[in-house]
C-alpha cells in the first residue's frame, strides 16, 4: 500500500473487518510523516459511531490519528 495517502481519501482502520466497513468508516483530512521508520500518521474524521459508515444519520464528527499501519484506503482488501 503506498503512503503518504491524500487528504479527502475514504479509509477504514486495520480492527475493522467486518463487510460493511468495507465502504469507509473515516475520512483522512491530514498526513504527518514519514517518520523515521518509514510510516506516516493520519488525522481522521469519523461519525461518533465508530463501527459505522459515516453519512446524515451519523455525521463525521469524531476526531482520531490512525497509523498508516492501521490505514487502510477504500477498495483495498488485505
Given amino acids: 500500500m ?3 495517502l491524500p487528504v479527502g481519501t475514504r479509509v477504514r482502520h486495520y480492527g475493522q473487518q467486518w463487510p460493511a466497513a468495507r465502504a ?3 475520512t483522512v ?3 504527518k ?3 523515521p521508520d ?3 500518521e493520519y488525522r481522521v474524521t469519523a461519525g461518533e459511531d ?3 459508515r459515516t453519512g446524515p444519520d451519523n455525521p463525521e464528527t469524531r476526531e482520531a490519528w490512525w497509523s ?3 490505514t487502510i484506503p477504500v477498495g483495498t482488501t488485505l
Avoid: I, K, L, V
Wanted: net charge positive; no cysteine; aromatic share 14%.
Fill in 2 to 4: 503506498n503512503h503518504p
Fill in 24 to 26: 469507509g468508516t473515516a
Fill in 29 to 31: 483530512r491530514e498526513a
Fill in 33 to 35: 510523516g514519514p517518520w
Fill in 38 to 40: 518509514g510510516s506516516y
Fill in 50 to 52: 465508530f463501527s459505522r
Fill in 68 to 70: 498508516s499501519s492501521a
